[in-house]
């Protein structure tokens, strides 16, 4: 039987399936054939599969290093409903008493779920080592790039982790990569080494993008109770703010009659995960969104995704529209885009990162202060660098550098908004991929004749039947 055909027939026999996604089958085949893989797939398309198949079709254990307890969880539990026992995930969650069990008994597990900071510790690698995995994936690779540098150092050294591990086969994988993701994640992770990568494109055809330009908040917000009026949900709006997601959320329950609910960090993790179930089992039409909601939740039909708020990047974007319509049928993205709002984000950036100044007087305070001081986010980050081993001039210099990009990628964004060109083609620049417009349906640029009225009308009715 040749490797297609062997392949498939596990597929179907561990996960019901007859066909193979974009890019999934490469991956494997690459793997099988010894080779490092960067796969970089759209959100949605099952990544997860790549590795799990792997194990499989080769009878051989896999290490996964993910970046969220959630998401292991969630991993571990989908491959348990799979009817693999032989899963498990170590983190902060266990108690040292259950985790040295589990690392006494690793033998008899298969997929085995870390995160990058528990891959910090001798012991743990030790007996990692022993366990001897045939595969080490990283999912949701970009954190190498971006959250690395500012809060996950422990990401940045991976590549010493795969050498401690007898450097075994290593598979990286994400939904948005740019060509300076990539090179950090090569850089990081492969030490150079070989690697084959397989990239699919980024853009969601799906979606038809568009972007309305307001004047005042005022003009912004009878656009929006215009449009969700207009539309069939489910829909997810995005905020910048956790007062104006608060705000707006009453506002459109009280002028449309809708069912809408925030969802925020401010709020209890109780409310939170009420709003989330209520919105997953179709109790709510509209969800008031920050950016705390996002990877890992699954709402295939969600049908627009509104930014009230111009996102600090390109990146966050693409992720966060990228929940729409996962189910593939259309769906529509607007970025509703005020310049007023460029200097919110400014602001944020800007607030998220120490000053010299401020990382002089942390060095400067006694421990009370510095109680004190921890309480910010930006303090706490002196303290991470700190345990990363920088000495206050490379603390200065870091963050300073880390405004400066951070301030690069919301220009790119601003340049985005401004752009009087195809906006799927701009995003597809932006990650290294050719995309070419399309005929219909492609963007508030390349469909002008389609007014937004009419763009709003088709819609429904593509949705409603
Ligand atoms: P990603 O990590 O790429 O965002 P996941 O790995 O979480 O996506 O998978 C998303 C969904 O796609 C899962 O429900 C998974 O079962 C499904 N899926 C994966 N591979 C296939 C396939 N070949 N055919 C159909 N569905 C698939
Ligand atoms: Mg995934």
């Not at 179709?282 to 039909?301: Q, W």
């Not at 049928?329 to 310049?339: E, H, N, P, S, T």
């Not at 602001?347 to 990162?353: A, M, P």
Request: positive net charge; proline residues 3%; contains cysteine.
């Amino acid at each position: 039987m040749d490797l297609h055909t062997k392949l498939l027939e596990e597929l179907h026999k561990h996960f019901g399936y007859d066909s193979f996604k974009q890019g999934q089958e490469e991956i494997i085949m690459n793997l099988i054939n010894g080779k490092n893989v960067l796969g970089i797939l759209p959100t949605g398309v099952g990544k997860s599969l790549c590795y799990q198949l792997y194990g499989y079709a080769t009878k051989s254990r896999i290490l996964i290093v993910s970046p969220l307890i959630s998401l292991m969880q969630d991993q571990v539990a989908n491959l348990r409903l799979l009817g693999e026992k032989r899963a498990i995930a170590i983190n902060s969650e266990l108690n040292p008493a259950d985790r040295n069990n589990v690392l006494a008994t690793l033998d008899a597990y298969r997929f085995v779920f870390v995160s990058p900071e528990m891959l910090n510790s001798e012991t743990v690698l030790r007996r990692l080592n022993r366990f001897h995995p045939s595969l080490l994936v990283v999912d949701e690779a970009h954190c190498i790039s971006t959250w690395g540098p500012d809060f996950r150092p422990d990401y940045l050294f991976l590549g010493t982790v795969v050498k401690k591990l007898g450097t075994p086969l290593v598979l990286a994988l994400t939904a948005t990569a740019t060509k300076k993701v990539e090179a950090d994640i090569c850089r990081i992770l492969f030490s150079g080494r070989k690697i084959d990568k397989v990239r699919c494109s980024v853009d969601r055809p799906n979606i038809f993008l568009d972007i309305e330009e307001v004047e005042n908040d005022a003009q912004k917000d009878e656009l929006l109770i215009g449009l969700v009026e207009k539309m069939r949900g489910p829909g997810l709006i995005y905020f910048s703010s956790k007062k104006k997601a608060d705000e707006t959320s009453r506002m459109i329950g009280r002028k449309t009659g809708l069912r809408v609910a925030a969802y925020h960090a401010g709020m209890l993790f109780d409310e939170r995960y009420s709003v989330l179930q209520q919105f997953l089992h179709g109790d709510l039409d509209v969800v008031c969104a920050t950016s705390a909601f996002g990877m890992g939740i699954n709402k295939p039909d969600i049908r627009y995704v509104i930014h009230y708020h111009i996102p600090l990047d390109l990146e966050n974007y693409v992720q966060e529209f990228g929940r729409c319509s996962r189910d593939g049928k259309q769906g529509i993205a607007i970025l509703l885009y005020q310049r007023k709002d460029l200097k919110l984000q400014e602001y944020l950036i800007e607030n998220s990162l120490p000053t010299a100044c401020e990382i002089d007087s942390y060095f400067k305070s006694n421990a009370r202060n510095k109680a004190l001081l921890r309480q910010e986010e930006r303090y706490l980050l002196i303290e991470k660098y700190l345990r990363n081993g920088l000495s206050q001039e490379e603390m200065k210099n870091f963050a300073a550098n880390r405004l400066v990009e951070r301030k690069k990628s919301l220009a790119k964004m601003r340049n985005y908004a401004e752009t009087k060109g195809c906006l799927r083609k701009f995003i597809g620049e932006y990650f290294g991929d050719e995309v070419l417009p399309k005929k219909d349906f492609c963007c508030n640029h390349c469909n002008r004749e389609d007014s937004f009225e009419k763009m709003g009308l088709l819609f429904e009715k593509k949705v409603s039947k």
